[in-house]
T-cell receptor, first 119, second 111 residues
Framework: GAVVSQHPSWVICKSGTSVKIECRSLDFQATTMFWYRQFPKQSLMLMATSNEGSKATYEQGVEKDKFLINHASLTLSTLTVTSAHPEDSSFYIC???????????????FGDGTRLSIL | GQQLNQSPQSMFIQEGEDVSMNCTSSSIFNTWLWYKQDPGEGPVLLIALYKAGELTSNGRLTAQFGITRKDSFLNISASIPSDVGIYFCAGGSYNTDKLIFGTGTRLQVFP
């Protein structure tokens, strides 16, 4: 149980292109989804928290106009990197938590990540 | 952003050896989680701890939630080649859905 699917797994595109990444919870309803970015040999850094039907909450330093997040249903959140540039190249990972009475019972389950390379 | 201190940063061990790594924080957490990440993949949950002092096992893995709520350790017994990867601790609090991740421990197992 608790499977999170992320698509695509790998993207190479030209500078200036916008790229959309999808994150789906396959066997549970995800009230909250999270988007992380991970640079080589570093830990995961939270970019934003997304609750179904409401605006995402961005971490300090993350440009909300550049990283557009939509969480339209309980099983799908999308991250769009707008007008991507080489410095946006990274490994982007989503995670999701299901419904439950308290956070402590709902650990985050991660997708397999999307490697984004901007030329 | 905030990160937890995780040590050691990397370990190179021989197959069959036991492994121990830990995670410390200056602030308390209500939940400690341990994840393993293989290259090019997302982290996979290994063990979740919800109570101070709790000791939980998952096969050859054992983790404990420190009494002070500011630390946690993960032990791997009788390591095998497939244990290779990066291990991350993560702390959670009741007042937020966010997790704070450790800096990671890179484990290499030699046959």
């Amino acid at each position: 149980g608790a499977v999170v699917s992320q698509h695509p797994s790998w993207v190479i595109c030209k500078s200036g292109t916008s790229v959309k990444i999808e994150c789906r919870s396959l066997d549970f309803q995800a009230t909250t989804m999270f988007w992380y970015r991970q640079f080589p040999k570093q830990s995961l850094m939270l970019m934003a928290t997304s609750n179904e039907g409401s605006k995402a909450t961005y971490e300090q330093g993350v440009e909300k106009d550049k990283f557009l997040i939509n969480h339209a249903s309980l099983t799908l959140s999308t991250l769009t990197v707008t007008s991507a540039h080489p410095e946006d190249s990274s490994f982007y990972i989503c995670s999701a938590t299901g419904t439950g009475p308290t956070y402590s019972n709902q650990p985050q389950h991660f997708g397999d990540g999307t490697r984004l390379s901007i030329l | 952003g905030q990160q937890l201190n995780q040590s050691p940063q990397s370990m190179f061990i021989q197959e069959g050896e036991d492994v121990s790594m830990n995670c410390t924080s200056s602030s308390i957490f209500n939940t400690w989680l341990w994840y393993k990440q293989d290259p090019g993949e997302g982290p996979v949950l290994l063990i979740a701890l919800y109570k101070a002092g709790e000791l939980t096992s998952n096969g050859r893995l054992t983790a404990q939630f420190g009494i002070t709520r500011k630390d946690s350790f993960l032990n791997i017994s009788a390591s095998i080649p497939s244990d290779v990867g990066i291990y991350f601790c993560a702390g959670g609090s009741y007042n937020t859905d966010k997790l704070i991740f450790g800096t990671g421990t890179r484990l290499q197992v030699f046959p």
